[in-house]
């Protein structure tokens, strides 16, 4: 008898706890999920951005913002920021700027280095226009002496040179 009272009281209690269960169920999912949470954004006394739950006493430019719980904002078709087309939007335009950024880099190298180069060929063009004894080092290091006719092509190469990399 005492078991049947025992197993009697077990039912009882796993189904209250079932009953309480399925009822904590239901009220979760009778409540909406897009519940929203207003945020109110203003601009303070000094030009600060400001946000708050309460709408400011005395600030200027108020706008709302809702949040829903599940992410989005008021326009139930949108995610706050998430939206297909923002992201798409986003990530050329980063990609765009991450391209500009790096056409711009390549450029000033090569301006950096063309302006190397100029001054270069115009070092020896001065020092080809210096006269004296003008050498070159070999494949060994030994040096090699320049006649005036060998002077005069290395003079005009680098006008050439001058005239094609330098304007």
Do not use: W
């Amino acid at each position: 008898m005492f078991a049947i009272i025992a197993h009697s009281t077990m039912i009882n209690t796993v189904t209250k706890l079932l009953i309480r269960i399925s009822t904590i169920c239901m009220l979760a999912l009778t409540m909406n999920p897009s519940h929203a949470i207003q945020v109110y954004k203003s601009i303070g006394a000094h030009g600060e951005v400001k946000y708050s739950q309460y709408l400011p006493q005395n600030g200027k430019n108020i706008e709302v913002i809702e949040f829903r719980s599940d992410g989005r904002q008021t326009d139930t078709g949108q995610l706050a920021g998430k939206t297909e087309a923002n992201q798409n939007n986003n990530n050329q335009n980063a990609e765009q700027q991450r391209v500009a950024q790096l056409e711009a880099r390549i450029q000033e190298q090569e301006a950096n280095a063309n302006a190397q180069r100029c001054q270069s060929l115009r070092n020896n063009l001065t020092n080809l226009n210096v006269g004296g004894r003008i050498y070159e080092m070999d494949t060994s290091g030994k040096r090699q002496y320049l006649d005036s006719r060998e002077i005069e092509i290395k003079r005009e190469r680098v006008q050439q040179a001058i005239s094609q990399y330098c304007s």
